[in-house]
């Protein structure tokens, strides 16, 4: 069984501030983890993805996440915020094989972006 | 096509009526998941498809709601009787599940609005 927590449903920065999007996970079994933005009235896009080797992970538009197995955490990383940026992020676990490869996801986080 | 492809991309229904969502997953993707986001509700896991194996349909809200995927392909999703909570966007996501470098990729989605 998998779970994804994320606290919060809001975070509030300002522009050039750094950004920390917390998640916390729990998997049965070695997990991949993933975020995902979705802006406004669009779909879903991966912005970085953990599998296996090195554990800071780099993703799109300046993000990067840090598995930490000891701690089950995997949080959203950007040295400075832009106003793109605002947006709803999402965490998610998986498995690798058969049940356990399907995706669960946290409840999200909406960031706001403060000029 | 390129992307995964989900429509209508709106539908307003009747409550009572039956509505057929439909998806074209990326061609060769081998899983297929179904996501409803309702407001407040983050992404709620419907229904996953894995090659011929039997779907896990563990996500699945009543008995109103079914899913079928023909020839390992194409997905459609069916609520019968609609009632006002099915109001949502449904998301559907294909990937090849089980690969390493494994990613989901979501379709734009259909938002159903029931009156």
């Known amino acids: 069984a998998q779970s994804v927590t994320q606290l919060g449903s809001h975070v509030s920065v300002s522009e050039g501030a750094l950004v920390l999007l917390r998640c916390n996970y729990s998997s049965s079994v070695p997990p991949y983890l993933f975020w995902y933005v979705q802006y406004p009235n669009q779909g879903l896009q991966l912005l970085l993805k953990y599998t296996t080797g090195a554990t800071l992970v780099k993703g799109i538009n300046g993000f990067e996440a840090e598995f930490k197995k000891s701690e089950t955490s995997f949080h959203l990383t950007k040295p400075s915020a832009h106003m793109s940026d605002a947006a709803e992020y999402f965490c998610?676990?998986?498995?690798?094989?058969?049940?356990?490869?399907?995706?669960?996801f946290g409840k999200g986080i909406t960031l706001s972006v403060r000029p | 096509g390129a992307g995964v492809s989900q429509s209508p991309s709106n539908k307003v229904t009747e409550k009572g009526k039956d509505v057929e969502l439909r998806c074209d997953p990326i061609s060769g993707h081998t899983a297929l998941y179904w996501y409803r986001q309702s407001l407040g509700q983050g992404l709620e896991f419907l229904i996953y498809f894995q090659g011929n194996s039997a779907p896990d349909k563990s996500g699945l809200p009543s008995d109103r709601f079914s899913a079928e995927r023909t020839g390992g392909s194409v997905s459609t999703l069916t609520i019968q009787r609609t009632q006002q909570e099915d109001s949502a966007v449904y998301l559907c996501?294909?990937?090849?599940?089980?690969?390493?470098?494994?990613?989901?990729?979501f379709g734009q989605g259909t938002r159903l609005t029931v009156v």
């Open positions: 998610a676990v998986s498995g690798v094989h058969g049940a356990n490869s399907k995706l669960t």
């Open positions: 996501a294909s990937s090849l599940a089980g690969q390493r470098n494994t990613e989901a990729f």
